[in-house]
C-alpha cells in the first residue's frame, strides 16, 4: 500500500484528523508528519491567551500515524480490500517533554513491539521542527475490517 492509500480509508476526517503525510512505511514501523492548524478547535480554550497542544492530541496524533496508519499498512499489505478499518485504542502510556504550539509541524516515529492477533503495539516518539523530543512511549491497540 501507498501512503497515499493508507490515509484514504483513514477512519477520521477534518477536524480529527491529525495525519497530514506518511514519509517511511515498512514492515517494522512508519514514520508521518502533521502540522496543527493555528485556527483548530481546541487552541480555543487550552490554555486562555496562551495555547498548547493538549497532550491528548498529541497522543491521538501518535495514535493516528503510528498505530492506525502502521495496523492498516500491516494488515492490508498484499490484499485487495476497499473495506474501513474499525480501530479500538487499549493501552497508552507517554511522557511528555516539551509542548508543541499552534502552526507547527510534528513528525512521528513508530516501531512496531509485536503485531498478533489483531493487536499492536508500538513504541512511538513525537519530535518538532527543531527535532526536540515532545513526547514518547507506547500505544496499542486492535485493527479490524468491518
Known amino acids: 500500500m501507498t501512503a497515499a492509500q493508507i ?37 480555543k480554550g487550552h490554555f486562555k491567551d496562551h495555547p498548547v497542544t493538549p497532550g491528548v492530541i498529541l497522543t491521538e496524533t501518535m495514535a493516528q500515524i503510528g498505530a492506525v496508519c502502521l495496523g492498516i499498512y500491516l494488515t492490508r499489505n498484499n490484499k485487495k480490500s476497499n473495506r474501513a478499518p474499525q480501530v479500538a485504542l487499549t493501552s497508552s502510556a507517554i511522557d511528555f517533554y516539551v509542548p508543541v504550539y499552534p502552526g507547527e509541524q510534528v513528525t512521528v516515529i513508530s516501531e512496531k513491539e ?8 508500538c513504541k512511538v516518539q513525537l519530535f518538532n521542527a527543531q527535532d526536540q523530543l515532545v ?5 496499542s491497540g486492535m485493527i479490524n475490517e468491518k
Open 7 to 43: 490515509i484514504a480509508v483513514l477512519p477520521y476526517q477534518a477536524p480529527f484528523l491529525f495525519v497530514d503525510t506518511l514519509t517511511a512505511i515498512s514492515e517494522d514501523g512508519i514514520t508521518g508528519e502533521y502540522t496543527f492548524k493555528e485556527d483548530a478547535y481546541f487552541y
Open 114 to 121: 509485536y503485531f498478533r492477533f489483531n493487536k499492536l503495539k
Open 135 to 139: 513526547c514518547r512511549g507506547f500505544i
